[in-house]
Protein backbone atom coordinates (compact mmCIF):
# COMPACT_ATOMS: atom_id res chain seq x y z
CA UNK A 1 0.00 0.00 0.00
CA UNK A 2 1.51 3.17 -1.43
CA UNK A 3 1.70 6.29 1.49
CA UNK A 4 -1.43 7.89 -0.52
CA UNK A 5 -3.48 4.91 -0.27
CA UNK A 6 -2.92 5.21 3.57
CA UNK A 7 -3.73 8.69 3.72
CA UNK A 8 -7.09 8.26 2.10
CA UNK A 9 -7.90 5.14 3.82
CA UNK A 10 -7.62 6.94 7.15
CA UNK A 11 -9.31 10.00 5.94
CA UNK A 12 -11.90 8.40 5.22
CA UNK A 13 -12.49 6.80 8.36
CA UNK A 14 -11.83 10.28 9.91
CA UNK A 15 -14.97 11.76 8.09
CA UNK A 16 -16.97 8.86 8.78
CA UNK A 17 -16.36 9.02 12.33
CA UNK A 18 -16.65 13.08 12.44
CA UNK A 19 -13.05 13.35 13.88
CA UNK A 20 -13.44 17.07 12.25
CA UNK A 21 -15.87 18.48 14.03
CA UNK A 22 -13.12 19.20 16.95
CA UNK A 23 -11.73 21.41 14.59
CA UNK A 24 -14.56 23.25 12.93
CA UNK A 25 -14.32 27.04 13.49
CA UNK A 26 -14.92 30.05 11.19
CA UNK A 27 -12.23 31.27 8.18
CA UNK A 28 -11.48 34.02 10.01
CA UNK A 29 -9.01 33.98 13.01
CA UNK A 30 -10.24 34.29 16.48
CA UNK A 31 -6.76 35.72 17.89
CA UNK A 32 -6.74 38.16 14.38
CA UNK A 33 -3.25 37.39 13.64
CA UNK A 34 -1.13 35.52 10.58
CA UNK A 35 1.73 33.94 11.16
CA UNK A 36 4.68 33.68 8.84
CA UNK A 37 6.58 30.27 9.84
CA UNK A 38 9.44 27.94 7.53
CA UNK A 39 8.05 24.52 7.14
CA UNK A 40 9.96 22.81 8.87
CA UNK A 41 8.81 19.68 10.02
CA UNK A 42 9.12 20.55 13.88
CA UNK A 43 7.17 23.28 13.76
CA UNK A 44 3.93 21.79 12.55
CA UNK A 45 2.38 21.04 16.14
CA UNK A 46 5.28 22.45 17.83
CA UNK A 47 4.66 26.18 17.18
CA UNK A 48 0.98 26.87 17.74
CA UNK A 49 1.31 24.93 21.22
CA UNK A 50 4.19 27.39 21.66
CA UNK A 51 2.51 30.27 20.60
CA UNK A 52 -0.93 28.91 22.69
CA UNK A 53 -2.69 28.91 19.54
CA UNK A 54 -5.70 26.22 18.61
CA UNK A 55 -7.22 25.64 16.01
CA UNK A 56 -8.95 28.86 14.12
CA UNK A 57 -6.79 31.48 16.13
CA UNK A 58 -4.93 32.31 13.64
CA UNK A 59 -3.68 32.15 9.52
CA UNK A 60 -0.67 30.24 9.17
CA UNK A 61 1.38 31.03 5.91
CA UNK A 62 4.67 28.81 5.54
CA UNK A 63 7.83 29.05 3.46
CA UNK A 64 10.94 27.59 3.48
CA UNK A 65 12.90 29.71 6.36
CA UNK A 66 9.78 32.18 6.85
CA UNK A 67 11.34 34.28 4.39
CA UNK A 68 9.11 36.72 2.27
CA UNK A 69 11.57 36.66 -1.21
CA UNK A 70 9.40 38.99 -3.35
CA UNK A 71 7.46 42.11 -2.11
CA UNK A 72 4.72 40.71 -4.90
CA UNK A 73 4.75 37.23 -4.69
CA UNK A 74 2.48 34.37 -2.96
CA UNK A 75 3.80 34.86 0.49
CA UNK A 76 3.00 38.48 0.87
CA UNK A 77 0.14 38.10 -1.15
CA UNK A 78 -1.34 35.33 1.62
CA UNK A 79 -0.87 37.92 4.37
CA UNK A 80 -2.69 40.71 2.92
CA UNK A 81 -5.46 38.47 2.25
CA UNK A 82 -5.35 37.30 5.71
CA UNK A 83 -5.02 41.12 6.91
CA UNK A 84 -7.86 42.16 4.24
CA UNK A 85 -10.76 39.75 3.96
CA UNK A 86 -9.97 37.75 6.93
CA UNK A 87 -9.15 40.26 9.41
CA UNK A 88 -6.04 39.79 10.85
CA UNK A 89 -4.48 42.64 12.76
CA UNK A 90 -1.05 41.94 13.55
CA UNK A 91 1.67 39.91 11.55
CA UNK A 92 4.28 37.33 13.37
CA UNK A 93 7.50 36.40 11.37
CA UNK A 94 8.89 33.06 13.21
CA UNK A 95 12.11 31.79 11.91
CA UNK A 96 13.81 28.88 14.18
CA UNK A 97 17.32 28.03 15.15
CA UNK A 98 18.57 25.18 13.13
CA UNK A 99 16.90 26.00 9.86
CA UNK A 100 17.64 24.26 7.02
CA UNK A 101 17.69 27.35 4.72
CA UNK A 102 20.78 28.35 6.46
CA UNK A 103 22.99 25.64 5.17
CA UNK A 104 21.38 25.49 1.46
CA UNK A 105 24.20 26.15 -0.83
CA UNK A 106 22.79 26.24 -4.32
CA UNK A 107 25.07 24.69 -6.12
CA UNK A 108 24.58 21.43 -4.31
CA UNK A 109 20.71 21.86 -4.67
CA UNK A 110 20.91 22.37 -8.48
CA UNK A 111 23.53 19.22 -8.56
CA UNK A 112 20.28 17.52 -6.75
CA UNK A 113 17.89 18.38 -9.51
CA UNK A 114 20.21 16.93 -12.44
CA UNK A 115 20.60 13.74 -9.74
CA UNK A 116 16.92 13.61 -9.60
CA UNK A 117 16.26 14.05 -13.43
CA UNK A 118 15.94 17.94 -14.48
CA UNK A 119 18.09 18.36 -17.34
CA UNK A 120 20.67 20.76 -17.26
CA UNK A 121 19.82 22.50 -20.34
CA UNK A 122 16.27 23.37 -18.40
CA UNK A 123 18.72 24.65 -15.77
CA UNK A 124 20.41 26.75 -18.39
CA UNK A 125 17.19 27.82 -19.89
CA UNK A 126 15.81 29.02 -16.75
CA UNK A 127 19.35 31.10 -16.37
CA UNK A 128 18.89 32.20 -19.97
CA UNK A 129 15.29 33.46 -18.89
CA UNK A 130 17.02 35.95 -16.15
CA UNK A 131 16.92 34.22 -13.16
CA UNK A 132 19.71 33.94 -11.25
CA UNK A 133 19.10 30.28 -9.75
CA UNK A 134 22.14 30.81 -7.20
CA UNK A 135 20.34 33.79 -6.18
CA UNK A 136 17.15 32.41 -5.75
CA UNK A 137 18.08 29.70 -4.33
CA UNK A 138 20.25 30.80 -1.86
CA UNK A 139 19.63 30.08 2.29
CA UNK A 140 20.95 32.96 4.71
CA UNK A 141 23.57 32.80 7.30
CA UNK A 142 21.90 34.07 10.21
CA UNK A 143 18.43 33.52 11.37
CA UNK A 144 18.24 36.69 13.29
CA UNK A 145 19.03 39.26 10.33
CA UNK A 146 16.83 37.01 8.08
CA UNK A 147 13.58 37.56 10.23
CA UNK A 148 14.44 41.15 10.73
CA UNK A 149 14.27 41.28 6.82
CA UNK A 150 11.34 39.67 6.07
CA UNK A 151 9.59 41.96 9.09
CA UNK A 152 10.92 45.05 7.15
CA UNK A 153 9.76 44.08 3.94
CA UNK A 154 6.29 43.18 5.25
CA UNK A 155 6.17 46.24 7.49
CA UNK A 156 7.14 48.47 4.36
CA UNK A 157 5.17 46.82 1.72
CA UNK A 158 2.90 49.84 0.13
CA UNK A 159 -0.23 47.94 -0.05
CA UNK A 160 -0.08 46.56 4.34
CA UNK A 161 -1.77 49.21 6.49
CA UNK A 162 0.80 50.96 8.50
CA UNK A 163 -1.18 50.43 11.31
CA UNK A 164 -0.15 46.50 11.27
CA UNK A 165 2.37 45.57 14.10
CA UNK A 166 4.65 43.15 12.65
CA UNK A 167 6.58 41.19 14.66
CA UNK A 168 9.87 39.38 14.72
CA UNK A 169 10.33 35.87 16.72
CA UNK A 170 12.87 32.41 16.45
CA UNK A 171 11.34 29.26 17.88
CA UNK A 172 13.93 27.18 19.62
CA UNK A 173 12.47 23.30 17.77
CA UNK A 174 13.98 21.55 20.43
CA UNK A 175 11.81 23.30 23.44
CA UNK A 176 9.50 26.15 21.92
CA UNK A 177 10.94 28.87 23.51
CA UNK A 178 10.19 32.32 22.01
CA UNK A 179 12.84 34.87 21.51
CA UNK A 180 11.80 38.00 20.37
CA UNK A 181 13.99 39.82 18.13
CA UNK A 182 10.98 42.87 16.97
CA UNK A 183 8.29 43.80 17.96
CA UNK A 184 5.67 45.64 15.97
CA UNK A 185 4.55 47.36 18.86
CA UNK A 186 7.53 49.70 19.83
CA UNK A 187 8.40 50.11 16.15
CA UNK A 188 4.37 51.52 15.67
CA UNK A 189 4.75 53.66 18.67
CA UNK A 190 7.96 55.14 17.33
CA UNK A 191 6.44 56.22 13.83
Not at 25 to 41: H, W, Y
Not at 53 to 59: A, E, H, I, M, N
Not at 61 to 71: D, E, F, L, R, T
Not at 75 to 85: F, G, N, Q
Amino acid sequence: MTLLNTILEYNEAFVAEKKYEPYMTTKEPNKRIVVLSCMDARLVELLPKAMNLRSGDVKIVKSAGAIVNHPFGGIMRSILVAVYELKADEVYVVGHYDCGMSAIDPDIMIGHMIERGVKKETIDTVSYSGIDLRTWLRGFGDVRTSVLKSVDLIRSHPLLPKTVPVHGLIIDPNTGRLDLVQNGNTTLQAK
